[in-house]
C-alpha cells in the first residue's frame, strides 16, 4: 500500500546549504550536491530543496545548480525558489527535476499555476504555504507570508491551499514558520484544519526533532508527506552537523505505527 | 547499447544519471539515426498522453523505432506516460497510442468508490509481482517498493501480459510484459535499489 513520504528539505543560500529557525538565523551546513550523494546512499524518499534567496533577491533560478542537482539526484525531486514564469517551470522540469514548487507568486496570481499544470503536468506543480500564527493579543488564527516571512498576506490558508489546488497545484506543501529548526514538532493544530480537505497530496514541513513527531503527524493525517530539515542535518544538542536519514525499517515502523497495520 | 528515446518528453537525464551509477553505457538517442545498434530502448513520458503522443509523432523516430521494436524485436520498457503510450489509447486524450500491448489508459479516479485518496498517486507503494516475470526473476526479496506519481493507468485487456501490480483504491497493472515489450507505470529510475535491480534486469536477462 501507499505509505507517508518521509523527505529531507534542503536550504540553499548563497548557493551554501543552510538551515534555518523561525526563518531565520541561517546556520551552514555544508555543500548542496555532497548532501544529495548521501541522501542518495540512505535512499532518501524524496527531496525538497529550496532556494530562499531567489524571491527576496528578485533573481531566476539558479539553472546551474538545478542542472547540477538533477543530474547527481537518484530520487524524486521537488524544487523551488524563484519560479515566477511558465518557461522557468518548464526548464527545471526538462532538467530532470520532478516537481516545481511555487510560493509568492502564485499566491499572487493562482492562474500561474494553471498555465504551468498545462505545459507540465499537473503532477508537477507544487505549491509552497508559508504559515504563522497571527500576532497580538486579541487575534487568533493562521495568516501566510512570503520574501522568507517578510511579507504578509492577510489569507486563511485553508481557504488559499483550496484555491490553490483548483488553479492547479498537483501537491500543497504547509510550512510552519513557528516551528521551523526548533525540533519540538509539527504544528498539529495547522495540519489539523487541513484534515479531509484537499484531494491533493499534502505535504507538512517545520518542528520535526525526531521521528516520533512524524508518527504523530502521520497517524491524525494519513498518508501524507512528512518533510523535515534539521531532523536530517542536526545531531545532539549541540546542533553538530551530521546528515543523516531512517533506515527502511525505521521508516516502515513509522508508517506502520501512525497508519495501525 | 542502451538507447533513451528522446522525443521531447520526459525525464531523460535521470535515466541517463541511472545507467551511469550501473555502469552501464546509455545514450540520449533523439535521430533515427542515433537509433541505430540499440540493444535496449527506454521509452520515457510524463504528462498528458496527447502531448506525449504528438510529440512522438512528431519527433520523426517513430518509423524507425517501430522498425526496431516490431521488425527487429529490440526489447523496449516504456516508463510512466510511455508506459501508457504502449496501450491502444487513452481516457485521457483522442489520439491512437502505439498500440503494441493491448489495453486501454483509464482514469484511476473514475474507477473508486473511495474519494478520501488524493490524486495524483504519488509516492512509494508495493509492487506485487507476478511469478514468472523476467523483470522481477532476480535480487527481488520481499515486496518490492516503487515510486508513483500518476493519475492515470494502463488496464491490459490480456491479463496474462501483466508483470505486476500495484494497488490504491484499486488494483491495477502497473508493469505489463509482451514479450520483449515492456511497460511500467512507476520509475524505477527514481526507485533506489528497487529500480536499479529491475533496469538491471531488463538490459541483461
Same mark, same amino acid.
Given at each position: 500500500?501507499?505509505?507517508p513520504?518521509?523527505i529531507?528539505c534542503?536550504?540553499?543560500?548563497?548557493s551554501g546549504?543552510v538551515k534555518?529557525?523561525?526563518?531565520?538565523?541561517?546556520?551552514?551546513i555544508g555543500?548542496?550536491i555532497n548532501?544529495?550523494k548521501?541522501?542518495?546512499?540512505?535512499?532518501?524518499?524524496?527531496?525538497l530543496v529550496l532556494?530562499i534567496?531567489a524571491?527576496?533577491?528578485?533573481?531566476e533560478?539558479n539553472?546551474?545548480?538545478?542542472?547540477?542537482?538533477?543530474?547527481?539526484?537518484?530520487?524524486p525531486?521537488?524544487?523551488?525558489?524563484?519560479?515566477?514564469?511558465?518557461?522557468?517551470?518548464?526548464?527545471?522540469?526538462d532538467?530532470?527535476v520532478?516537481?516545481?514548487?511555487?510560493?509568492?507568486?502564485?499566491?499572487?496570481?493562482p492562474s500561474?499555476?494553471t498555465?504551468?499544470?498545462?505545459?507540465?503536468?499537473?503532477?508537477?506543480v507544487v505549491a509552497v504555504?508559508?504559515v504563522?500564527k497571527?500576532?497580538g493579543i486579541f487575534?487568533?488564527?493562521?495568516?501566510i507570508?512570503t520574501?522568507?516571512?517578510?511579507?504578509?498576506?492577510?489569507?486563511?490558508?485553508?481557504i488559499?491551499?483550496?484555491?490553490l489546488?483548483n488553479a492547479g497545484?498537483?501537491?500543497i506543501?504547509?510550512?510552519s514558520?513557528?516551528?521551523?529548526g526548533?525540533?519540538?514538532?509539527y504544528?498539529?493544530?495547522l495540519?489539523?484544519?487541513?484534515?479531509g480537505?484537499?484531494?491533493?497530496p499534502m505535504?507538512?514541513l517545520g518542528?520535526v526533532?525526531s521521528l516520533e513527531?512524524?508518527?504523530?503527524l502521520?497517524s491524525?493525517?494519513?498518508?501524507?508527506g512528512l518533510?523535515?530539515?534539521?531532523?536530517?542535518?542536526?545531531?545532539?544538542?549541540?546542533r553538530?552537523?551530521?546528515?543523516?536519514?531512517?533506515?527502511?525499517?525505521?521508516k516502515?515502523?513509522?508508517?506502520?505505527?501512525a497508519?495501525?497495520? | 547499447?542502451?538507447?533513451?528515446?528522446?522525443?521531447?518528453?520526459?525525464?531523460i537525464q535521470?535515466f541517463?544519471?541511472m545507467?551511469?551509477?550501473?555502469?552501464?553505457e546509455?545514450?540520449r538517442?533523439?535521430t533515427p539515426?542515433?537509433?541505430?545498434?540499440a540493444?535496449?530502448?527506454?521509452?520515457p513520458?510524463?504528462g498528458?498522453?496527447?502531448?506525449a503522443?504528438?510529440?512522438?509523432n512528431?519527433?520523426g523516430?517513430?518509423t524507425?523505432l517501430?522498425?526496431?521494436v516490431?521488425?527487429?524485436?529490440?526489447?523496449?520498457?516504456g516508463v510512466?506516460?510511455?508506459?501508457?503510450?504502449?496501450?491502444?489509447?487513452s481516457?485521457?486524450?483522442?489520439?491512437?497510442g502505439?498500440?503494441?500491448?493491448?489495453?486501454r489508459v483509464?482514469s484511476?479516479?473514475?474507477?473508486?468508490?473511495s474519494?478520501?485518496l488524493?490524486?495524483?498517486?504519488?509516492g512509494?507503494n508495493?509492487?506485487?509481482?507476478?511469478?514468472?516475470? *523476467?523483470?522481477?526473476?532476480? =535480487?527481488?526479496e520481499?515486496?518490492?517498493q /516503487?515510486y508513483f &506519481?500518476?493519475s492515470?493507468?494502463f488496464d491490459?485487456?490480456?491479463k496474462?501480459?501483466v508483470a505486476?501490480?500495484a494497488?490504491?483504491?484499486?488494483?491495477f497493472?502497473?508493469?505489463?510484459?509482451?514479450?520483449?515489450?515492456?511497460?511500467?507505470q512507476?520509475?524505477?529510475? *527514481?526507485s533506489?535499489?528497487? =529500480?536499479?535491480?529491475l533496469l538491471?534486469? /531488463?538490459?541483461e &536477462?
Open positions: 500500500m501507499l505509505r513520504r518521509i529531507p534542503l536550504l540553499i543560500h548563497k546549504l534555518t529557525q523561525g526563518f531565520k538565523d541561517s546556520k551552514y555543500d548542496p548532501a544529495v548521501i541522501f542518495n546512499e540512505k535512499e532518501a524518499d524524496e527531496l532556494d534567496d524571491t527576496v533577491n528578485g533573481c533560478p539553472f546551474d545548480l538545478i542542472g547540477r542537482l538533477a543530474a547527481e539526484c537518484r530520487m525531486l521537488c524544487y523551488g525558489g524563484g519560479v515566477t514564469t511558465v518557461d522557468q517551470a518548464a526548464r527545471i522540469v532538467m530532470g520532478e516537481k516545481v514548487a511555487l510560493s509568492s507568486a502564485v499566491i499572487s496570481n500561474l499555476l498555465e504551468i499544470a498545462n505545459v507540465v503536468g499537473r503532477q508537477s504555504l508559508d504563522r497571527k500576532i487575534t487568533s488564527g493562521y495568516e507570508c520574501h522568507n516571512g517578510r511579507v504578509t498576506h492577510k489569507c486563511d490558508p485553508v488559499l491551499a483550496k484555491e489546488q497545484a498537483g501537491e506543501v504547509i510550512n514558520v513557528d516551528k521551523d526548533f525540533m519540538q514538532g504544528d498539529l493544530d495540519a489539523m484544519q487541513f484534515r480537505v484537499l484531494n491533493v505535504t507538512f518542528g526533532g513527531h512524524m508518527t504523530q502521520a491524525t493525517m494519513g498518508i501524507v518533510a523535515a530539515g534539521s531532523l536530517f542535518v542536526f545531531k545532539g544538542k549541540y553538530a552537523v551530521l546528515i543523516s536519514y531512517p533506515t527502511l525499517q525505521q516502515m515502523d513509522v508508517c506502520s505505527k497508519l495501525k497495520t | 547499447m542502451i538507447r533513451i528515446v528522446d522525443y521531447g518528453v520526459g525525464n535521470a541517463m544519471a545507467f551511469k551509477h550501473l555502469g552501464l546509455a545514450k538517442a533523439d539515426e542515433s537509433l541505430d545498434r540493444s535496449r530502448l527506454i521509452l513520458g510524463v498528458h498522453f496527447d502531448h503522443m504528438k510529440r512522438l512528431d519527433s523516430l517513430r524507425k517501430e522498425e526496431l516490431i521488425k527487429m524485436k529490440v526489447p523496449l520498457m510512466c506516460v510511455g508506459m501508457q503510450m504502449l496501450a491502444e489509447g481516457e485521457e486524450g483522442i489520439l491512437p502505439l498500440g503494441w500491448v493491448p489495453g483509464r484511476l479516479s473514475s474507477k473508486m468508490n474519494t478520501c488524493a490524486m495524483p498517486h504519488m512509494w508495493n509492487l506485487q509481482p507476478r511469478g514468472g516475470s *523476467k523483470l522481477f526473476s532476480r =535480487g527481488f520481499g515486496l518490492p /516503487f &506519481l500518476h492515470y493507468y491490459a485487456s490480456d496474462g501480459d505486476a501490480t494497488h490504491y483504491g484499486i488494483d497493472d502497473a508493469v505489463v510484459s509482451r514479450g520483449h515489450i515492456h511497460g511500467i512507476c520509475h524505477p529510475e *527514481k533506489h535499489h528497487w =529500480g536499479k535491480q538491471k534486469n /531488463f538490459v &536477462l
